[in-house]
């Protein structure tokens, strides 16, 4: 059988990757590092979850995790992952020991975050796993939309000189790889609605109370 053409391409640069699960007041989050940055951020990662997500990590980046943490109520060591054998050999090269510092800094960050001491993420970000439109409504989020405050679909969507964009805007959000870092939870409707989200409204309002935009829930 003819391997996926697509596949292909995602394996073409094999690059060096970590991960790990984090548990959060949301749940369990899997975190996945390169050696640029935070790559993915995945909600509700529990063992069936978090081995899928692995899984189209290892064929979008192209190496195979050398374990698989399974979720569990702490934070798990970064798991580090390597070039699969079939790689460029140039790709061997790629510093795995960074892969680990920088999940190791996105996972002190984001239990900082939920903790209530940070008030904005200082990560580099790897943006490989979207482009065009998508991304660029995404770095204006990261960049533009503050802790503690909210943006509309239509709002979003004119700061990126895309006036007839609104919808698309959301469509954006649902394909964000970086949820709660690049904050699509801060994505409301123009009209006073909260919105849609990938990761459930409960978790949006979660977010949305930690940051003081809405009353935290009685209990």
Not at 43 to 53: C, D, L, M, N, W
Not at 180 to 190: A, K
Request: glycine residues 10%; aromatic residues 6%.
């Amino acid at each position: 059988m003819q391997p996926d053409p697509r596949e292909r391409s995602e394996r073409r640069e094999a690059r060096a990757w970590a991960w790990a699960v984090s548990a959060t007041p949301i749940g369990p989050l899997l975190l996945a590092a390169t050696d640029e940055g935070l790559v993915q951020v995945v909600f509700h990662a529990e063992e069936k979850t978090a081995a899928e997500a692995v899984a189209r990590l290892t064929r979008r980046l192209g190496a195979e995790p050398t374990s698989l943490p399974s979720a569990s109520p702490a934070s798990t060591a970064p798991s580090a992952t390597a070039p699969s054998a079939t790689a460029p050999a140039s790709a061997a090269a790629l510093p795995v020991a960074r892969c680990t510092e920088q999940l190791g800094e996105a996972i002190r960050q984001v239990e900082s975050y939920f903790a209530g001491d940070t008030k904005a993420f200082t990560l580099p970000l790897d943006w490989s796993l979207i482009t065009g439109f998508n991304r660029r409504v995404l770095r204006e989020l990261a960049a533009h939309v503050p802790y503690g405050t909210v943006v509309g679909y239509q709002d979003l969507a004119d700061r990126v000189g895309e006036p007839g964009a609104a919808r698309a805007v959301g469509v954006a959000m649902g394909s964000n790889p970086l949820p709660v870092v690049v904050p699509c939870h801060r994505v409301v409707e123009s009209g006073g609605g909260i919105g849609g989200f990938g990761g459930g409204l409960e978790t949006k309002r979660t977010l949305l109370a930690l940051e003081g935009v809405l009353p935290q829930p009685l209990f």
